[in-house]
């Protein structure tokens, strides 16, 4: 996957190092990028604590929302992969005890969501 997968909807896998770069206001001093992952121009960053979702914003993405979720906070997940009519594959993700989702994710390939709930899978039941 490379950069033609990012800018179809499908996440690529990022550069650990240059994403504890990027992200060095964010992270504490000792917290380490265990695994990132690309969509689009977004960022979904796993670390030993907590998984950070980086939403780039507007036109020219100068405007950036991070979300960090404690895996701690996570109660539940789902994987919804696509079908003949309905082409996106999603991933849902819930915190404590409420009744809708966190973050809904949304992406254009299985392999992309199926990579990443492993992930916060692995992060999650620890």
């Known amino acids: 996957m490379g950069i033609f997968s990012g800018l ?3 996440a690529s896998q990022r550069d650990k190092e240059k994403v504890k770069r990027q992200l060095q206001d964010i992270l504490l001093p000792s917290e380490e990028v265990e695994l ?6 977004d960022l979904i ?3 030993e604590k ?4 980086v939403d780039k914003q507007g036109v020219t993405g100068k405007k950036t ?6 895996y701690r906070a996570i109660s539940r997940f789902t994987v919804e992969t696509s079908g003949h009519f309905d082409l996106d594959a999603e991933l849902k993700i819930w915190v404590s005890s409420a009744a809708d989702p966190a973050e809904v994710l ?4 299985d ?10 899978a692995a992060a999650v039941l620890k």
Do not use: E, H, W
């Not at 929302?65 to 404690?70: A, G, L, M, T, V």
């Not at 392999?111 to 916060?120: E, G, R, W």
């Open 106 to 109: 949304q992406f254009k390939s």
């Open 65 to 70: 929302s991070y979300k960090s979720i404690p």
């Open 36 to 41: 990132a992952f690309v969509l689009i121009r």
């Open 45 to 47: 960053v796993f670390t």
């Open 8 to 10: 179809f909807g499908n």
């Open 50 to 53: 907590r998984l950070i979702l």
């Open 111 to 120: 392999c992309s969501v199926i990579d990443i709930q492993q992930a916060l």
